[in-house]
């Protein structure tokens, strides 16, 4: 596991049980959108209150989301988002009312520097000032970027390790999880893709080596397989068709030279390099095609599929350059800058002729979301992040519509849940957090997927303030 661990390199915790009323107190101490950055304790747990609208009644169950939560310790601050440590939330609803708990997740790694009282390891874009010695890759598993709901449990799931399990009510962590076959322990990336048939598609990448990983409705492995890239590529989101995976790397190699202290230092933009994009066959798991893109960066897509041709659409986030993995996560961690987002909504064609087109939609957003259903399917919706907001851009027409929280607020992923017997695409909820750090607290808003610009049909209030995340998922009663 050495090459592994080479490749991947990427104030002390308060005690379990904190008082609701701590906790408020806790999160007022900063007065703007640092606050989204601050380590709260280790357990948070409070009912909401509801300010405006009411909840849709058909809407139950637990909506979870993770993030990165611990940004300090003995006085060192952490110098990249990506790298705190993650701390699972989760948001029961039912019966006109929501209650929140927030846990940290007891990985290898928070484990160990608990107990030095210190930051210990490098990660994605972060060094200490002492980094211990390296045995495994998941000794530097923050667990802190995307949750995966699967068999009665939730996954916490990182970059470049193994899932960490955790129990779906308590939100105890109940440990790593162990794959069978010779890949257990091999990166598996924060972004599964399940298909209409339950089944979950992956990858994980070490280096230029990528593990295709497909697991069945329960987690068990179906099938593995070990490929060379291009390129050591610094690659987060991919896509699933009915027919293939589709891998998207961008121009930021693996080629920095040098022995650099965290992960994205080891890589370099390319500008004069373009996107590449394989396509493989889901049955035996080898490229079919190869398409080139100009440079871009991303890092997440909403979806993709392919028409009767062959040919395959998806949508996703481009940017000009990685500046955002290289400087701005490392500037908001730090409390320097507080950028809006820059990514723009690129329709991309892929034809079977290795050609592509790209076709850039109006506004600029991240982090995409559509209707479950339609993952691996044609679908027209892609939901998104905007500043202050988020956004509905319809792919048909090139439109989209826009909802603002206002001023002194941080929008984050929006989730969607079908209605129940639903066969419209857009009809069912959109679940989603705010950073209100004007009130010194988090919101949760439910909208209609079919009116966003209306804005929320419900908005309830935490007592306190949470940590700014990544990515979520709605788990239906």
Same mark, same amino acid.
């Not at 952490?78 to 007891?106: E, P, T, Y």
């Not at 000032?129 to 667990?143: M, S, T």
């Not at 941080?410 to 989603?432: H, I, N, Y």
């Given at each position: 596991m050495t090459a592994l661990t080479r490749r991947e390199i990427g104030a002390l915790v308060l005690g379990a049980g904190v008082a609701a009323a701590a906790s408020s107190a806790w999160a007022k101490t900063v007065a703007d959108w640092r606050l989204g950055f601050k380590t709260p304790p280790e357990t948070l747990d409070g009912d909401l209150k509801l300010l405006e609208g009411r909840l849709p009644p058909e809407l139950q169950g637990n909506f979870y989301r993770v993030g990165p939560a611990q940004f300090e310790r003995a006085g060192e601050r952490l110098g990249h988002w990506f790298d705190g440590d993650g701390m699972v939330q989760r948001f029961a609803i039912g019966d006109g009312s929501v209650r929140h708990k927030g846990r940290f997740v007891s990985t290898d790694k928070r484990r160990s520097e608990q107990t030095a009282g210190r930051f210990l390891h490098s990660g994605y874009g972060f060094g200490p000032k002492a980094a211990a010695e390296l045995r495994r890759v998941d000794d530097i598993n923050a667990a802190n970027t995307s949750i995966l709901p699967i068999a009665g449990e939730v996954w916490a799931l990182w970059e470049g390790g193994s899932p960490w399990r955790v129990d779906a009510q308590t939100l105890d962590t109940r440990g790593r999880q162990a794959f069978t076959g010779p890949l257990d322990g091999a990166p598996f990336s924060a972004h599964?893709?399940?298909?209409?048939?339950?089944?979950?598609?992956?990858?994980?990448?070490?280096?230029?080596?990528?593990?295709?990983?497909? !697991?069945?409705? $329960?987690? /068990? @492995?179906?099938?593995?397989? *070990?490929?060379? %890239?291009?390129?050591?590529? !610094?690659?987060? $989101?991919? /896509? @699933?068709?009915?027919?293939? *995976?589709?891998? %998207?790397?961008?121009?930021?190699?693996?080629?920095?030279?040098?022995?650099?202290?965290?992960?994205?230092?080891?890589?370099r933009w390319h500008a004069d390099r373009p996107l590449q994009v394989l396509v493989l066959d889901k049955d035996t798991l080898t490229i079919q095609r190869r398409h080139e893109l100009p440079a871009r960066f991303l890092y997440h897509l909403s979806n993709a599929w392919e028409d009767a041709s062959g040919t395959i659409r998806l949508d996703a986030f481009l940017s000009d350059d990685a500046t955002f993995a290289v400087k701005t996560a490392r500037d908001l961690a730090l409390g320097r800058a507080n950028p809006d987002p820059t990514g723009r909504l690129t329709a991309i064609t892929l034809p079977p002729d290795g050609g592509a087109t790209l076709d850039v939609l109006p506004g600029t957003g991240e982090f995409p979301r559509m209707n479950p259903r339609r993952v691996g399917s044609q679908h027209r919706y892609t939901y998104g992040v905007i500043a202050n907001g988020i956004a509905r851009w319809d792919l048909a027409t090139g439109k989209y519509d826009t909802f603002s929280y206002g001023p002194d607020t941080w929008s984050e992923e929006p989730v969607f849940t079908p209605r129940q017997g639903a066969t419209d695409e857009t009809d069912g909820w959109l679940t989603t957090t705010v950073l209100n750090y004007g009130l010194g607290r988090t919101e949760l808003a439910v909208f209609d997927a079919r009116r966003v610009s209306d804005g929320p049909v419900a908005r309830l209030a935490c007592p306190y303030a949470l940590p700014l995340g990544f990515h979520g998922d709605f788990v239906a009663a």
């Amino acid at each position: 596991m050495t090459a592994l661990t080479r490749r991947e390199i990427g104030a002390l915790v308060l005690g379990a049980g904190v008082a609701a009323a701590a906790s408020s107190a806790w999160a007022k101490t900063v007065a703007d959108w640092r606050l989204g950055f601050k380590t709260p304790p280790e357990t948070l747990d409070g009912d909401l209150k509801l300010l405006e609208g009411r909840l849709p009644p058909e809407l139950q169950g637990n909506f979870y989301r993770v993030g990165p939560a611990q940004f300090e310790r003995a006085g060192e601050r952490l110098g990249h988002w990506f790298d705190g440590d993650g701390m699972v939330q989760r948001f029961a609803i039912g019966d006109g009312s929501v209650r929140h708990k927030g846990r940290f997740v007891s990985t290898d790694k928070r484990r160990s520097e608990q107990t030095a009282g210190r930051f210990l390891h490098s990660g994605y874009g972060f060094g200490p000032k002492a980094a211990a010695e390296l045995r495994r890759v998941d000794d530097i598993n923050a667990a802190n970027t995307s949750i995966l709901p699967i068999a009665g449990e939730v996954w916490a799931l990182w970059e470049g390790g193994s899932p960490w399990r955790v129990d779906a009510q308590t939100l105890d962590t109940r440990g790593r999880q162990a794959f069978t076959g010779p890949l257990d322990g091999a990166p598996f990336s924060a972004h599964p893709k399940r298909g209409p048939d339950g089944d979950v598609w992956n990858f994980g990448v070490l280096g230029r080596s990528c593990v295709i990983w497909h !697991l069945a409705p $329960d987690g /068990a @492995v179906r099938k593995t397989k *070990l490929i060379e %890239l291009p390129a050591a590529s !610094l690659m987060h $989101d991919f /896509a @699933v068709t009915a027919k293939y *995976l589709v891998l %998207l790397l961008p121009p930021m190699h693996g080629d920095a030279g040098g022995e650099p202290k965290s992960l994205v230092d080891r890589y370099r933009w390319h500008a004069d390099r373009p996107l590449q994009v394989l396509v493989l066959d889901k049955d035996t798991l080898t490229i079919q095609r190869r398409h080139e893109l100009p440079a871009r960066f991303l890092y997440h897509l909403s979806n993709a599929w392919e028409d009767a041709s062959g040919t395959i659409r998806l949508d996703a986030f481009l940017s000009d350059d990685a500046t955002f993995a290289v400087k701005t996560a490392r500037d908001l961690a730090l409390g320097r800058a507080n950028p809006d987002p820059t990514g723009r909504l690129t329709a991309i064609t892929l034809p079977p002729d290795g050609g592509a087109t790209l076709d850039v939609l109006p506004g600029t957003g991240e982090f995409p979301r559509m209707n479950p259903r339609r993952v691996g399917s044609q679908h027209r919706y892609t939901y998104g992040v905007i500043a202050n907001g988020i956004a509905r851009w319809d792919l048909a027409t090139g439109k989209y519509d826009t909802f603002s929280y206002g001023p002194d607020t941080w929008s984050e992923e929006p989730v969607f849940t079908p209605r129940q017997g639903a066969t419209d695409e857009t009809d069912g909820w959109l679940t989603t957090t705010v950073l209100n750090y004007g009130l010194g607290r988090t919101e949760l808003a439910v909208f209609d997927a079919r009116r966003v610009s209306d804005g929320p049909v419900a908005r309830l209030a935490c007592p306190y303030a949470l940590p700014l995340g990544f990515h979520g998922d709605f788990v239906a009663a």
